[in-house]
């Protein structure tokens, strides 16, 4: 990491208020005692993360929230959002928005190749962010970490401009996971990204030469400033399947299309609360 702790803490403490430094001194983090976890997450990092993003955050994306009293304050519990925007931006909002709202570190699982990036796959890891195995995301829920997944994936961002709002193919490994630790699942819908930064096209060869699933062509040189509404869902719990149901291909679509409708839920109300595509 190319900034000591010492040089985010500092940047930290210029650029944030005094709420928002209360809110980093009572967040509860696992610390072998040198300051980072088995995974690389380290408490500087995650205040200088809140600083970069806060302008983001509150001037930018203008973000509001919407139900963060549905996150559970403390235990396993899994965020399952749509995905969406062509440049995975929502994924920072939603962790500046759990942070500040919930008072917990959210640990986004993210695709393979984004722990590879240089820089940037070590910052996102010190703020959290795990790379996507089943291992990694039991050890998490074992401990009793809050985990981020988008389970639309790479795709859900990559959608063309005309499927705004409609959720891709729904992946089934966030139920697998709230099954087989008893975790709730919180439906999260994002209003607003979809429409940040349209697609003209997509470059599949030159993406891969990036180590990327492929290279997107944007409309416009950066996301437009939309504004961002984040809706939590109440949590759903899966009180009527075993563990063992975790290994029931059937079972697990089930119970993913109970999160896929809630979130679609959370989208349509949320749209309809919506009074404009950009300021509002």
């Given at each position: 990491?190319?900034?000591?702790?010492?040089?985010?803490?500092?940047?930290?403490?210029?650029?944030?208020?005094?709420?928002?430094?209360?809110?980093?001194?009572?967040?509860?983090?696992?610390?072998?005692?040198?300051?980072?976890?088995?995974?690389?997450?380290?408490?500087?990092?995650?205040?200088?993360?809140?600083?970069?993003?806060?302008?983001?955050?509150?001037?930018?994306?203008?973000?509001?929230?919407?139900?963060?009293?549905?996150?559970?304050?403390e235990?396993?519990?899994?965020?399952?959002?749509?995905?969406?925007?062509?440049?995975?931006?929502?994924?920072?909002?939603?962790?500046?928005?759990?942070?500040?709202?919930?008072?917990?570190?959210?640990?986004?699982?993210?695709?393979?190749?984004?722990?590879?990036?240089?820089?940037?796959?070590?910052?996102?890891?010190?703020?959290?962010?795990?790379?996507?195995?089943?291992?990694?995301?039991?050890?998490?829920?074992?401990?009793?970490?809050?985990?981020?997944?988008?389970?639309?994936?790479?795709?859900?961002?990559?959608?063309?401009?005309?499927?705004?709002?409609?959720?891709?193919?729904?992946?089934?490994?966030?139920?697998?996971?709230?099954?087989?630790?008893?975790?709730?699942?919180?439906?999260?819908?994002?209003?607003?990204?979809?429409?940040q930064?349209?697609q003209?096209?997509?470059?599949?060869?030159?993406?891969?030469?990036?180590?990327?699933?492929?290279?997107?062509?944007?409309?416009?040189?950066?996301?437009?400033?939309?504004?961002?509404?984040?809706?939590?869902?109440?949590?759903?719990?899966?009180?009527?399947?075993?563990?063992?149901?975790?290994?029931?291909?059937?079972?697990?679509?089930?119970?993913?299309?109970?999160?896929?409708?809630?979130?679609?839920?959370?989208?349509?109300?949320?749209?309809?609360?919506?009074?404009?595509?950009?300021?509002?």
């Open positions: 990491m190319p900034v000591p702790p010492l040089v985010a803490r500092a940047i930290a403490h210029i650029a944030l208020n005094e709420d928002e430094k209360r809110i980093l001194r009572e967040l509860r983090m696992p610390d072998a005692g040198h300051g980072y976890d088995a995974f690389g997450l380290h408490r500087d990092y995650v205040a200088l993360g809140m600083a970069i993003t806060k302008p983001l955050y509150t001037r930018y994306f203008r973000c509001l929230s919407y139900g963060a009293e549905n996150i559970p304050a235990g396993p519990a899994v965020l399952a959002a749509n995905h969406s925007g062509t440049v995975p931006t929502d994924g920072m909002m939603l962790w500046v928005d759990v942070v500040r709202h919930a008072g917990r570190v959210p640990r986004p699982i993210a695709d393979h190749f984004v722990p590879t990036l240089p820089v940037i796959g070590t910052f996102f890891s010190r703020g959290g962010m795990v790379g996507g195995s089943r291992g990694n995301a039991r050890a998490l829920l074992a401990a009793g970490e809050l985990l981020m997944i988008f389970p639309e994936g790479t795709p859900g961002i990559g959608k063309n401009f005309s499927e705004r709002y409609q959720l891709q193919k729904w992946r089934v490994g966030h139920t697998e996971l709230a099954i087989r630790h008893g975790a709730p699942v919180v439906p999260v819908a994002f209003v607003g990204p979809e429409e930064m349209p003209l096209g997509r470059l599949d060869r030159v993406g891969r030469l990036f180590g990327l699933p492929y290279m997107p062509v944007p409309a416009t040189p950066l996301p437009m400033p939309v504004r961002y509404h984040i809706h939590y869902g109440a949590p759903l719990y899966f009180k009527d399947m075993k563990p063992t149901d975790a290994d029931d291909p059937d079972k697990l679509e089930e119970a993913a299309d109970r999160v896929r409708e809630a979130v679609d839920g959370l989208i349509k109300r949320g749209l309809k609360k919506r009074k404009g595509r950009l300021f509002s």
